[in-house]
């Protein structure tokens, strides 16, 4: 690939709980160069009594793009950018079966999203900080939701495409999965791919997505036990 | 005719790590960690335990074809006999009835306030829930109802008792009692709830003279000393908004009692009014703002550790 990765590697990843003292839940996710900072508030009450679900929570998600995040052009880039909202909105379609919101009637979960560096692959990085923080915040969900894109280029599968290869008209396939029951909450793409090469990709990004899911849980188990030797009580 | 002894057998055939005590008895715990989820950490989507006999409680939930319990939170596994539940770090207060909790006043509506309780919903109280000023048992009147915002306004502080929860959810409090009401005086700092342990009272008065009222929803507040006895409390100044004069060292004892406890909490140590005291005292070393850097910080929360394991080993 083009940074020089086998084709089935994904980039490295670094992530960190916890990075917020303010907000309920919050994580800070690298992979690659992109860089993301995401900030659950919640269940709290709803703002705006139009949003209320009397039987369950209300799930919001925004998601902002820093104006220094590209490398080119500083733009301010506004968050009712039709780009973003579909992103948020995916998102959003993403975590509802997922979060257990018949537990909160009446009141609002808010999901906040920051990309302080952009290298491709945004939706993944957005859900893959969504599920960190929110298990930050304590909000029950069934499992951990994690996403990876997959592309296609001359017969191979490529895995976790970073900018350059996205923009070099790469087909490019974004999963997201929940890793132990197996089942797919997301699939969204783009572009046009020959309907042969789809399951291979697809497989590719599973596969992608299971070892996100390694590290990921790696983190908070050790986060977790850090927390609880600390608060434990005479 | 041979006699035998037959010895009696072993109550159960239990496994080889079984320890016995001087009197012969043996820990029934073990039993639990042979089934080996005992105070283990777990992630949402893992499984608990596949064992249906266990009841389930918060941060679980069955899977599908109802086989193993699974969590639905990060946390530690806490087990009382055949419940289940998972206990997470950070989570906002869930309120159990009698509980003191600290709140501000968000909406004024018709008979009622809304207060924010760091919850996952803002609580109610209602009109009728409330001391009235001039007699303890007083009806209230069309007056009030019209008046409430001389009561409590948007904004005011306040230390209420939990008193239950609705069918959709949200909670109710009341302030029947003098010691409850309108806080003056003071400063207000925000902690995680989990920090804050239930105890027999939480109204402390500390040995430098200073009020600490612990809130069970993560709220405290650290006030000047009111060494008024509850009967002499003039029935009409309960709702009053002045504060009193407070002087210099006062505030800052006020001031360095709320960094000490910013500093506990940000190293996730529990709070108690011994804790407390403890961390006022290794803080003397430092000026009160210096309080707020790291090293000072981690200078006082080892000092407390220390304390509390130098207690621990008298027991």
Same mark, same amino acid.
């Given at each position: 690939?083009?940074?020089?990765?086998?084709?089935?590697?994904?980039?490295?990843?670094?992530?960190?709980?916890?990075?917020?003292?303010?907000?309920?839940?919050?994580?800070?996710?690298?992979?690659?160069?992109?860089?993301?900072?995401?900030?659950?508030?919640?269940?709290?009450?709803?703002?705006?009594?139009?949003?209320?679900?009397?039987?369950?929570?209300?799930?919001?998600?925004?998601?902002?793009?820093?104006?220094?995040?590209?490398?080119?052009?500083?733009?301010?880039?506004?968050?009712?950018?039709?780009?973003?909202?579909?992103?948020?909105?995916?998102?959003?379609?993403?975590?509802?079966?997922?979060?257990?919101?018949?537990?909160?009637?009446?009141?609002?979960?808010?999901?906040?999203?920051?990309?302080?560096?952009?290298?491709?692959?945004?939706?993944?990085?957005?859900?893959?900080?969504?599920?960190?923080?929110?298990?930050?915040?304590?909000?029950?969900?069934?499992?951990?939701?994690?996403?990876?894109?997959?592309?296609?280029?001359?017969?191979?599968?490529?895995?976790?495409?970073?900018?350059?290869?996205?923009?070099?008209?790469?087909?490019?396939?974004?999963?997201?999965?929940?890793?132990?029951?197996?089942?797919?909450?997301?699939?969204?793409?783009?572009?046009?791919?020959?309907?042969?090469?789809?399951?291979?990709?697809?497989?590719?990004?599973?596969?992608?997505?299971?070892?996100?899911?390694?590290?990921?849980?790696?983190?908070?188990?050790?986060?977790?036990?850090?927390?609880?030797?600390?608060?434990?009580?005479? | 005719? %041979?006699?035998?002894?037959?010895?009696?057998?072993?109550?159960? =055939?239990?496994?080889?790590?079984?320890?016995?005590?001087?009197?012969?008895?043996?820990?029934?715990? @073990?039993?639990?960690?042979?089934?080996?989820?005992?105070?283990?950490?777990?992630?949402?989507?893992?499984?608990?335990?596949?064992?249906?006999?266990?009841?389930?409680?918060?941060?679980?939930?069955?899977?599908?074809?109802? =086989?193993?319990?699974?969590?639905?939170?990060? +946390?530690?596994?806490?087990?009382?006999? *055949?419940?289940?539940?998972?206990?997470? &770090?950070?989570?906002?207060?869930?309120?159990?009835?009698?509980?003191?909790?600290?709140?501000?006043? $968000?909406?004024?509506?018709?008979?009622?306030?809304? @207060?924010?309780?760091?919850?996952?919903?803002?609580?109610?109280?209602?009109?009728?829930?409330?001391?009235?000023?001039?007699?303890?048992?007083?009806?209230?009147?069309?007056?009030?109802?019209?008046?409430?915002?001389?009561?409590?306004?948007?904004?005011?502080?306040?230390?209420?008792?939990?008193? +239950?929860?609705?069918?959709?959810?949200?909670?109710?409090?009341?302030?029947?009692?003098?010691?409850?009401?309108?806080?003056?005086?003071? %400063? #207000?700092?925000?902690?995680?709830?989990?920090?804050?342990?239930?105890?027999? $009272?939480?109204?402390?008065? #500390?040995?430098?003279?200073?009020?600490? $009222?612990? +809130? #069970?929803?993560?709220?405290?507040?650290?006030?000047?000393?009111?060494? *008024?006895?509850?009967?002499?409390?003039?029935?009409?100044?309960?709702? %009053?908004?002045?504060?009193?004069? @407070?002087?210099?060292?006062?505030?800052? $004892?006020?001031?360095?009692?709320?960094?000490?406890?910013?500093? #506990? %909490?940000?190293?996730?140590?529990?709070?108690?009014?011994?804790?407390?005291?403890?961390?006022?005292?290794? =803080? &003397?070393?430092?000026?009160?703002?210096?309080?707020? *850097?790291?090293?000072?910080?981690?200078?006082?929360?080892?000092?407390?550790?220390?304390?509390?394991?130098?207690?621990?080993?008298?027991?």
């Amino acid at each position: 690939m083009v940074d020089g990765r086998r084709a089935n590697e994904l980039r490295k990843i670094k992530c960190k709980p916890s990075v917020l003292s303010q907000a309920d839940g919050s994580a800070y996710i690298e992979q690659g160069n992109t860089k993301c900072l995401a900030a659950v508030y919640g269940p709290r009450e709803t703002r705006q009594k139009a949003q209320l679900i009397h039987n369950k929570a209300n799930i919001n998600v925004e998601i902002s793009l820093a104006p220094f995040s590209m490398p080119q052009e500083r733009k301010k880039r506004s968050k009712s950018d039709r780009r973003l909202l579909e992103i948020a909105s995916a998102v959003k379609q993403t975590f509802e079966p997922i979060i257990m919101t018949s537990l909160f009637a009446r009141s609002q979960i808010d999901i906040y999203l920051q990309i302080l560096q952009f290298d491709g692959g945004t939706i993944q990085i957005c859900i893959n900080a969504a599920t960190l923080a929110l298990i930050d915040a304590g909000i029950p969900m069934q499992e951990y939701v994690c996403a990876c894109s997959a592309g296609c280029h001359e017969n191979h599968t490529l895995l976790d495409l970073n900018n350059a290869e996205e923009m070099a008209d790469t087909p490019e396939l974004t999963v997201a999965l929940l890793p132990m029951s197996g089942k797919l909450t997301l699939l969204q793409m783009d572009s046009r791919l020959h309907v042969d090469k789809l399951e291979p990709v697809m497989n590719l990004a599973a596969l992608g997505c299971k070892e996100i899911y390694q590290t990921l849980d790696e983190t908070v188990r050790e986060y977790v036990k850090d927390l609880f030797q600390k608060s434990s009580p005479y | 005719m %041979s006699i035998h002894f037959l010895f009696p057998k072993p109550a159960f =055939s239990a496994g080889n790590n079984d320890q016995k005590d001087q009197d012969g008895d043996v820990d029934m715990f @073990v039993r639990a960690q042979r089934d080996n989820f005992e105070s283990k950490v777990v992630t949402p989507g893992q499984v608990i335990t596949a064992d249906t006999q266990y009841m389930r409680g918060h941060g679980t939930y069955l899977n599908e074809e109802e =086989s193993s319990h699974i969590s639905s939170v990060a +946390g530690v596994v806490e087990r009382v006999n *055949k419940l289940i539940t998972v206990r997470p &770090l950070h989570t906002r207060y869930t309120g159990n009835i009698g509980d003191l909790v600290i709140g501000r006043i $968000t909406e004024v509506t018709n008979k009622r306030w809304k @207060v924010d309780i760091n919850s996952r919903q803002d609580a109610v109280l209602l009109l009728s829930a409330i001391n009235l000023p001039g007699g303890v048992q007083r009806r209230k009147t069309e007056a009030d109802e019209l008046q409430m915002r001389k009561f409590f306004a948007e904004g005011d502080l306040l230390a209420a008792e939990f008193q +239950g929860s609705f069918n959709d959810g949200s909670t109710s409090l009341h302030t029947r009692n003098l010691k409850y009401g309108k806080l003056r005086n003071g %400063s #207000l700092i925000v902690v995680p709830p989990a920090l804050v342990q239930r105890c027999k $009272t939480h109204f402390h008065t #500390l040995s430098c003279g200073v009020d600490v $009222t612990l +809130g #069970l929803n993560g709220y405290i507040w650290v006030s000047k000393h009111s060494s *008024k006895n509850l009967d002499e409390l003039d029935p009409e100044a309960i709702y %009053s908004n002045d504060n009193e004069p @407070v002087d210099r060292s006062t505030r800052e $004892t006020i001031a360095r009692v709320c960094n000490c406890i910013n500093a #506990l %909490s940000r190293h996730f140590m529990c709070i108690t009014d011994t804790i407390i005291a403890y961390a006022y005292e290794a =803080s &003397l070393k430092y000026p009160v703002k210096d309080l707020l *850097k790291l090293e000072a910080m981690e200078f006082v929360t080892t000092e407390v550790r220390h304390k509390l394991s130098v207690v621990r080993s008298i027991y």
